[in-house]
């Protein structure tokens, strides 16, 4: 599977943006959980958001009520709609599959390349 992050960008505090992950080469409508990563400059990578193919849905603490991720099976696709924005959500944003419902980093197999979100204040 590869997966592909866009969507990122830079935005006032506040404001809102849309990521998006699209997968080629397998279809993962049935047979994974989509996460969302971020990893701030000199943090580690830390959990956001994931999705099962049941679309039960996790979230961390600092973004609940703020983030909402979802998916599109017939597009292959994996969306997170920030909402507002924060200085400290500026980290680079990655998606990621898992066959496992998993909310940390190494249960996730494979990973898209990042897409960057800057929030200014």
């Known amino acids: 599977v590869q997966l592909q992050a866009s969507g990122g960008g830079l935005v006032q505090a506040g404001g809102s943006l849309k990521l998006s992950c699209s997968a080629s080469g397998r279809s993962f409508s049935s047979a994974y959980a989509i996460g969302w990563f971020r990893q701030a400059p000199g943090r580690e990578r830390e959990f956001v958001a994931a999705i099962l193919w049941s679309l039960s849905t996790y979230y961390a603490d600092s973004v609940k009520d703020r983030f909402t991720i979802s998916r599109d099976n017939a597009k292959n696709t994996v969306y997170l709609e920030m909402n507002s924005l924060k200085p400290e959500d500026t980290a680079v944003y990655y998606c990621?599959?898992?066959?496992?419902?998993?909310?940390?980093?190494?249960?996730?197999?494979?990973w898209g390349q990042g897409t960057l979100v800057t929030v200014s204040s």
């Open positions: 990621a599959a898992s066959t496992l419902i998993a909310t940390t980093a190494p249960s996730y197999d494979y």
